[in-house]
């Protein structure tokens, strides 16, 4: 385990000394973010940032950790890679359509399905017992690597946002693989590892003030590969182990559902893009850049600790844990008005009941 730690340091040194050579590559390919109404920054930014982690990841795991997988696997992993890659890159560039880039991880999930072989095959449900998916194993995994891809994409909207709660979410899932989940696959563990590393040396690039963003080429690619690896522990599903990367993945998850649910009430299309993220309704409220990202990180790390409690407790524990963390989030939510100022419908329930118990 020592060499492999050693060999997850020199990972992370090499994204760090690769990013500002993909900087001027993204300048060179015009890969460079423009300030408009949407965004954030106040001058153009070199994006493609991804590409320097996806190198950096890449080359830890084919020559400085090669012993550690099994080839075809790894192969395969790589090929939908490269598809998730490509298509980041020529959105960073050309910015793509929403279907076009939704082909291209599709593309890419098939490949991870029927190249890889990493797939949802049964569940277990309490008191149920055990069903084999059959053939809903096809829709349901790749409808997940759809839509937790999408999720990371959609919190990437701040400096290092994205990049620091994805380094959060991969740690604790490494941990819980490793401790608690993959006793025989141990090198999916390492496997994790080796992403949390390329992330590491390239997050203080991308931390604000950042001098390169992820882009597309970053938020997919490091989506594409959590959906992935999540795979590899919801092989056979639980309760609880489904129950993990959900928690795990609870800040771009909670993002994504909210938003759909507020584009739905206000009636608009769900792929049309506003400004009532989480990042941003946390600005609007007056924190700066940088408080903003710390307080996501400290929401994440929230997520990341009740997951790591899911494992070592009972299914009555895990259930009372998820329960009050869905109330806690619903509170948090409604709190900031992600939904809207108007819709709180806890909060006002809440206040009626104290107003009862006053009166009484």
């Not at 092989?235 to 938003?259: C, R, S, W």
Request: proline fraction near 4%.
């Amino acid at each position: 385990m020592f060499g492999v730690i050693v060999k997850l340091f020199l990972t992370m040194i090499l994204s760090a000394v690769i990013t500002p050579f993909v900087i001027k590559l993204a300048y060179i390919l015009g890969a460079v973010d423009n300030p408009n109404a949407r965004r954030v920054n106040k001058k153009p930014m070199p994006t493609m940032g991804g590409l320097a982690i996806f190198i950096a990841f890449t080359f830890s795991t084919f020559v400085l950790l090669r012993n550690q997988f099994p080839s075809h696997e790894l192969f395969s992993v790589f090929l939908a890679e490269v598809i998730i890659i490509l298509t980041g890159i020529i959105d960073d560039i050309r910015e793509l359509s929403p279907k076009a880039k939704m082909l291209g991880i599709f593309v890419a999930a098939l490949v991870i399905y029927f190249l890889a072989g990493i797939k949802m095959n049964e569940i277990v449900i309490p008191f149920l017992g055990t069903f084999q998916l059959g053939w809903w194993s096809f829709p349901i995994t790749i409808i997940w690597i759809l839509a937790i891809t999408n999720a990371v994409n959609l919190i990437d909207g701040l400096d290092g946002l994205a990049t620091g709660v994805s380094i959060i979410a991969l740690f604790t899932m490494g941990i819980v693989g490793y401790f608690f989940l993959n006793f025989t696959n141990i090198y999916v563990s390492i496997w994790i590892f080796a992403l949390v590393a390329a992330l590491v040396g390239f997050l203080p690039h991308n931390f604000h003030p950042a001098s390169i963003f992820l882009g597309d080429t970053g938020a997919l690619f490091i989506g594409f590969m959590i959906a992935v690896f999540s795979l590899k522990g919801l092989k056979n599903v639980t309760f609880v182990t489904m129950l993990i990367p959900v928690v795990i993945l609870g800040v771009p998850i909670t993002d994504t559902v909210y938003a759909m649910l507020r584009r739905f009430l206000n009636k608009k299309p769900i792929t049309q893009a506003d400004k009532h993220h989480l990042h941003h309704r946390l600005m609007q409220l007056g924190l700066s850049h940088r408080q903003t990202v710390l307080v996501i990180y400290g929401l994440a790390l929230v997520f990341a600790f009740i997951s790591l409690l899911l494992p070592i407790s009972s299914f009555w524990g895990s259930v009372l844990l998820a329960v009050a963390l869905l109330i806690g989030l619903e509170l948090f939510v409604e709190s900031i008005g992600l939904i809207g100022d108007n819709r709180q419908p806890l909060l006002h329930s809440i206040q009626k009941f104290i107003k009862r118990l006053e009166k009484k």
